[in-house]
């Protein structure tokens, strides 16, 4: 019991968290916290300055440079949405302990070993994809510097070589001569950990609301399977007319608590999937584009296509486990009907309360963002469908089709 009690839900995501000056550490000062969590997200806004202005650049002289507008939005793309989300868990952080520590709830119901399972799963899956993710850093760090001669190739003039250097992971634009000497080196160093912070805790991120999802669908399991084998317990109680309408009671007081717990986290990350959604699309396209146009080299197809396969990756696991909650908050409903209730005259008198469940599980439990309707895998069809679309209208406006 002492160990159920001890237990640390999603304890590596929060040191991770801690990590990237997001979460406040233990032995700090709330003062202390809060000046490297919020000096940190300053830090990062700087640094996505010069990414911005990129952009901006092309659309003020009139797009001198497709290519190097589309690599700079990819940046933009990269900076809203790891912007929303950053502020998300910064003014959030306590609603997302509370979800945290309030999964604890649920050992009263399922036991303390299905929410470790579920845990454990989790942990394992986040390191995966931190794992791609380094990986995919790495390699985009390194591979700009390995062809910095085709980049010198497709300048247009020595303004972009002096002020967006080859070299670079992302296409910048700084006030002053960047492409040599020290400050060079300092700026690359700097723009190095700006990108790994970005795309660690892009992801981190999305893999800590995917399990927040994973808990709640295995918690609808675990409440089905109760209620389809309630019977069996019936008869292991012998029919003790207290404990079976007590047993029922728990159940529905079980399914309530998921509802409210399922709908206190789709509020809180209701704004991140909102841009999470929105920006998905522009980037998928125009990575699909950089890919595509025969002028991009080998170098720059394997880092744009592990950045694509990484992106889809993260946006389908969560219109999957989307759709995993929706799916087994209906199948609440199918157990209730499956467990022959009727046969037992106990469960008869409480026929009003066990069709009052039955017309709630009807109701699917969608994890919607506002405006955008519910994330399922019909939202993530629709996504790549709009991403393609505009995948083909660039290579049509450009005519840089293969």
């Known amino acids: 019991m002492m160990e159920n009690k001890s237990y640390r839900i999603m304890q590596l ?59 700079a939005l990819i940046g933009v793309y990269d900076i809203i949405g790891n912007t929303v989300t950053y502020v998300c868990f910064l003014r959030k952080q306590r609603q997302i302990q ?29 390191k995966y994809f931190l794992f791609y993710v380094t990986v995919s850093v790495i390699l985009n760090l390194a591979w700009p510097m390995l062809s910095v001669n085709n980049c010198l190739k497709s300048r247009r003039s020595d303004f972009y070589i002096k002020h967006d250097p080859c070299g670079m992971p992302t296409q910048n634009l700084y006030p002053f001569e960047a492409s040599e000497g020290i400050v060079f080196w ?12 970005t795309c660690c805790f892009f992801s981190l991120a999305t893999v800590i609301v995917i399990g927040f999802l994973k808990h709640i669908t295995a918690q609808l399991k675990c409440c089905a399977y109760k209620f389809e084998h309630i019977c069996d317990y019936m008869g292991s109680c012998k029919n003790d007319e207290n404990v079976i309408i007590r047993e029922f009671v728990h159940l529905i007081k ?135 679309q505009l995948f083909t209208l660039l290579l049509t406006v450009t005519e840089d089709g293969p």
């Open 13 to 71: 995501h929060t040191n991770l968290l801690k990590c990237l000056f997001l979460w406040p550490v233990d032995t700090f000062s709330p003062g202390l916290n809060s000046l490297l969590m919020y000096g940190s997200f300053c830090i990062s806004m700087c640094c996505g300055i010069p990414i911005i202005s990129a952009a901006g650049y092309q659309f003020y002289v009139g797009i001198e440079d497709v290519n190097i507008l589309l690599e």
């Open 98 to 126: 509370e979800i945290i520590d309030d999964i604890k709830d649920f050992f009263q119901y399922c036991g303390y070993e299905t929410v470790r399972k579920i845990d454990s799963e989790i942990m394992c899956h986040t």
């Open 186 to 197: 300092v700026l690359y160093i700097i723009e190095a950990i700006f990108c790994y912070h």
């Open 254 to 388: 079980y399914h309530q608590r998921i509802i409210k717990y399922a709908e206190k986290v789709f509020g809180i990350f209701d704004v991140m999937i909102i841009v999470y959604i929105g920006v998905t699309s522009f980037t998928l396209a125009i990575i699909g584009y950089q890919i595509a146009i025969p002028k991009t080299n080998l170098e720059d197809r394997i880092r744009y296509t592990m950045l694509l396969i990484g992106w889809v990756l993260l946006f389908y696991s969560i219109c999957f486990y989307g759709q995993q909650v929706r799916d087994e908050s209906m199948k609440v409903g199918e157990a209730i009907y499956k467990s022959e209730w009727y046969q037992h005259q106990t469960l008869l008198g409480m026929k009003t309360d066990i069709m009052f469940v039955m017309r709630r599980t009807q109701k699917p439990l969608d994890f919607k963002a506002t405006l955008l309707g519910e994330v399922s895998l019909i939202v993530f069809v629709a996504v790549m469908k709009r991403a393609y």
